[in-house]
């Protein structure tokens, strides 16, 4: 990928669904957002961060001729919600949980990404305006599954999956060949490995063909089990290492990963909470 201003698409067909997985670049995080194409109508999920990526998304939804059904915004970092400008007529769905986060922590979140890329960061928080819970919603004739998942990379977060066609869009549940963001703390003020882990394995179960990441292109499911031995390995790292060492130790036990700025956002969140 050349231009930063760009996305790539990963186009997945399975029968009665097409996934159009939307990757953006470095700059971006290398976040995705999924395009859920169903007979009639588009499900989409999360809404990339910066604003050339996110409308690339809209432009290439609306490209693909049919309505959005709904923005389903499946967590509350700024990564998979600041584009939410660009879906303001399209009903936008989160937990509770989700909302509340996105409302406590959007001034700062803006006021940190955009002293990074300006004005190519969103100035307007624009909030989820429907509720999610878990269990079941159909849409367009098929069958979805809210899958709710505390302390993990997010303190609340939703999964969706599709079980006829085996398809987990997992977003940041799980990164594939990208550096995990590992800095966020549970409400009893323990890191996020433990939730993260356990939650891994309960899915690895479910026997998913398709697993969409939230950042690093689509896995199948093998990819459970290495990014449970990946965060192993990262809370090993992490508890031998201080605030100097933390980035290069990380960088050396996982040379092929990409996205290095995720290592250091983590030792960021990471090595405050050690002197806090
Ligand atoms: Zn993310």
Sequence with gaps: MTDSTEISITKIQRESVTVHCCSSPDSGERVNAQIIELQNTLVIVDAMLMRPHAKALRDYANALGKPIDR???????????????????????????????IQYSAQFSIGYHRGQHGELITDVPV???????????????????????????????????????????????IYNQVHFFVGQKAADGTLCFDGWIEALKQFDRFGYDVVLPGHGVPADGSVFKENIAALEKMRTIFSGSTAENFVQNTLDAFPGYGLRSMVEFSAFFLFQMKQG
């Design 127 to 173: 909030l989820p305006n429907k509720e999610v819970g878990e269990g079941e919603v159909l849409i367009d004739g098929v069958r979805f599954l809210v899958h709710k998942i505390q302390s993990a990379e997010d303190l609340n977060m939703i999964a969706l999956s599709i079980p006829s066609e085996k398809v987990l869009i997992a977003q940041d549940l």
């Design 71 to 101: 923005l389903f915004i499946t967590h509350g970092h700024p990564d998979h919600w600041f584009g939410a400008e660009y879906f303001q007529d399209v009903d936008r769905y989160a937990l509770p949980e989700t909302t509340q986060e």
